[in-house]
C-alpha cells in the first residue's frame, strides 16, 4: 500500500437514547446510526461528529460494557449513549457526566429572555449580549456556571464540562425546559434577584426612596426592594399578578 493513501474506513454503529435524539434527523432517531471512520477515534469524538455534545451525556456502552469518552472506536463496534434521563444499561454504569458544583448559570445572546425568568426565580444568571462562544466557555470554566445555549457548536467545546442545549424557543416554555433539567423547583426564591443585572435585592426604606416612588405608589405601599448593583427600585405593582403567573408557569410540576 502506498505510503501516502489511507486505508479503506472502518465501521462502528451508535444508538442514542432519550433525550439525546433531540440532536438528530427524524430518520435517525431510534435506529442504530452507521458511522464510518479511519484510524482509532475515540467515542467522544464520534459523538460530537453524528451532532451530540458530550455534555447532555451521561454514559456510553461500546458491545454491552461501560465505556469512558476516550475509549478508541474498533471496527465493527456497536455503541450506546445514554442521557441522564435514560436507564442505564447494566448495573455497573460508568457515569461520564459530572453533577454542576452549583445552580449558577450563564445564559447565551439568544436567551435573554430565559435569564431574566431565571433571575426572576432566584437564581443567578449571566447574560450579556457581546459575549462571545469563547467568553460563554471561560466564564463557565472560571466562575463554575453552566451553560444554557441554543448553539450546539458551543456545548462541543473540549473544555466545557457543564451544559445544555435549551430545546424549545419558546420563553415560557425554555424555563419550564430549565427547571425540570436540574431540579430547580426546590431552590427556588422567587422576587429576590434583580431580573436587569441579576444582582441580589435588598430591602429599601420607604423614605430614603421616596423620590424615586411615583407619586400614586407612595402613597398606598410601604415596601420596597432595591438592587445594589444598578440602584432600580422594586415594589409589587399592577405586573405583579403577571409575574406571579410567570413563576408559578416555571415551577409547575410536568403533566
Known sequence: MHANRWPEPFGASFLFRGSLSDFLSPEERGRPIPYAFRGTPSVKDAIEALGVPHVEVDAVFVNGKSARFDHPLRDGDR????????????????????????????????????????????????????????????????????????????????????????????????????????GLAAHARPFTRCIVCNGLLRRAEKDAVRERIPQRTALWLNEYRECPDCRRLYWWGTHGARLQGLVESALRPPP
Open 79 to 182: 455503541v450506546c449513549v445514554c442521557p441522564l434521563d435514560a436507564p442505564s444499561e447494566s448495573g455497573r454504569t460508568l457515569h461520564l457526566h459530572v453533577p454542576p458544583p452549583g445552580l449558577s448559570f450563564v445564559a447565551d445572546v439568544h436567551l435573554r429572555r430565559l435569564a431574566r425568568t431565571l433571575r426572576l426565580l432566584g437564581f443567578d444568571t449571566l447574560h450579556c449580549a457581546d459575549l462571545t462562544d469563547t467568553d460563554i466557555v471561560r466564564v463557565s470554566r472560571e466562575e463554575r456556571r453552566i451553560v444554557l445555549t441554543r448553539d450546539r457548536q458551543v456545548l462541543k467545546h473540549g473544555e466545557l464540562a457543564h451544559g445544555y442545549w435549551v430545546r424549545s424557543t419558546d420563553p415560557e416554555t425554555q424555563a419550564r425546559e430549565v427547571v425540570r433539567r436540574f
